[in-house]
C-alpha cells in the first residue's frame, strides 16, 4: 500500500494550498481517508477525515471554517483544500487510510503516506 502526498509549499498567511494524496495498492473507496499534520517539536495532530462515501467530513476546531476535504474514488485520490492559511498551520502534512470508521484517533488509521511540508510565512 502507497499514499503518495503532495502539493506542499511556502504561501504567505492568508493564501491558500490544495494538497492532494493518491492511493495505490488498496480498494480505496473502502478506506475513511484522513489528514494529520505534525509542527517542528510538536506531537502529530488531526487535521480532517472523509468517509468512504467522500459525503461526510470531520474537522479539527483550529482549522474548521478554513480547510475542506474532498476525494475521488474514481482517481483514488483525497485532497485537502486549505484557505486563511495561517503561520500556525505550518507542518509536515500527512494522509492515512483507516478500514474503520470515521474517525480523529491516530490508532485507527492503518496506512500512512510519507508527508508533505507546508509552510506559511507571517
Known amino acids: 500500500v502507497q499514499l503518495q502526498a503532495s502539493g506542499g509549499g511556502l504561501v504567505q498567511a492568508g493564501g491558500s494550498l490544495r494538497l492532494s494524496c493518491a492511493g495505490s495498492?488498496?480498494?480505496?473507496?473502502?478506506?475513511?481517508m484522513g489528514w494529520f499534520r505534525q509542527a517542528p517539536g510538536k506531537e502529530r495532530e488531526f487535521v480532517g477525515a472523509?468517509?468512504?462515501?467522500?459525503?461526510?467530513?470531520l474537522y479539527a476546531d483550529s482549522v474548521k471554517g478554513r480547510f475542506t476535504i474532498s476525494r475521488d474514488n474514481a482517481k483514488n485520490t483525497v485532497y485537502l483544500q486549505m484557505n486563511s492559511l495561517k503561520p500556525e498551520d505550518t507542518a509536515v502534512h500527512y494522509c492515512?487510510?483507516?478500514?474503520?470508521?470515521?474517525?480523529?484517533?491516530?490508532?485507527?488509521?492503518?496506512?500512512w503516506g510519507q508527508g508533505t511540508q507546508v509552510t506559511v510565512s507571517s
Open positions: 495498492g488498496l480498494t480505496f473507496s473502502r478506506y475513511v
Open positions: 472523509v468517509t468512504r462515501s467522500g459525503v461526510t467530513t
Open positions: 492515512a487510510a483507516s478500514a474503520r470508521l470515521l474517525s480523529g484517533t491516530q490508532a485507527d488509521y492503518n496506512y
